[in-house]
């Protein structure tokens, strides 16, 4: 039996999955800390340990996201676009868009048979991403766990008119001040996060069927508000946050396996988990 393992460091989640053949065996999800290497390490490790591996099991090591030049021990880096088309096609078939709400950007993929066909991504402003809504969670008193489930009894969404994280917050503090309701404003929140992701993703040909993605994809009111604005119900696949790792293992394994059927020796980076992630 062969082993592969994605680990995925993005800007505030670091994610592994460690696959068979056929199926993942384990997986773990964390905090992403300053000392990506050590962080690197760790989750591996206690990744391997829930499966009942060691470093030398696996076949294959693949790292991605924006974090991923920072896995010594990693046999090949690949861009998280890859990988999300790949893992979310594994996941969900049907997909043809993705919309992947992370951390400190969102983005649009189109795929077709797990390949990527065209993606657009906002990464210059907090607007439509993860730390919006932590601003908007702290700005509300509100654990940002709960944002998804508080919107849901809104009676209707507050208008919010500005984007920029800045303004927003001072447009909610001044909302919140004249009597508006914290549902509501949650809704409104959630309504202009949708308004700006939607926008960004009709630069591409949008097809059914969508799955959203990342930590956004984990907050209902989101999701709820993004699927009214493309007309049709989203995906979610079932932990949102592993798509990139389990795509990461995936390419892994395509690869090893590739190299083995053209006689090859498939590529290792033959060094120990810790000497890697310490001493390179």
């Keep these: 039996m062969h082993y592969f393992a994605g680990i995925d460091i993005g800007s505030t989640m670091t994610k592994v999955a460690v696959m068979d053949e056929t199926a993942m065996v384990s997986s773990i999800i964390g905090p992403t800390g300053a000392e990506h290497r050590r962080l690197a390490y760790r ?6 340990d829930r499966a009942g591996l060691v470093f030398e099991d696996l076949a294959f090591v693949v790292a991605t996201g924006y974090g991923r030049i920072n896995v010594p021990f990693a046999d090949k880096q690949v861009t998280e676009i890859t990988c999300h088309a790949k893992g979310i096609h594994h996941l969900l078939p049907t997909v043809r868009t993705v919309v992947d709400v992370g951390g400190q950007d969102s983005k649009g993929i189109k795929i077709a048979g797990g390949k990527v066909t065209g993606f657009v991504m906002n990464d210059k402003c907090a607007a439509g991403t993860g730390r919006f ?7 509300l008193g509100v654990p940002l766990a709960r944002l998804g489930e508080l919107s849901l009894s809104a009676e209707r969404p507050a208008e919010i008119s500005n984007t920029c994280t800045v303004f927003a917050e001072h447009e909610v503090t001044s909302r919140l001040a004249d009597g508006e309701t914290v549902p509501n404003l949650i809704a409104g929140i959630h309504e202009a996060i949708a308004t700006r992701i939607f926008a960004l993703v ?20 989101l999701v709820r508000a993004l699927a009214a604005k493309f007309s049709f119900p989203v995906l979610v696949p079932p932990e949102p946050l592993l798509t990139g790792a389990i795509g990461a293992a995936l390419v892994g394994k395509e690869a090893y396996l590739k190299a083995l059927e ?9 060094r120990d988990l810790k000497e890697a992630t310490f001493f390179s």
């Design 133 to 139: 809504l932590e601003v908007m969670a702290d700005v």
């Design 202 to 221: 009709s630069k591409l040909k949008i097809e059914p069927d969508v799955a959203v993605t990342g930590g956004g994809a984990k907050n209902v009111g």
């Design 43 to 48: 989750v591996m490790e206690d990744a391997l």
């Design 262 to 270: 053209s006689g090859e020796t498939p590529l290792r980076c033959g």
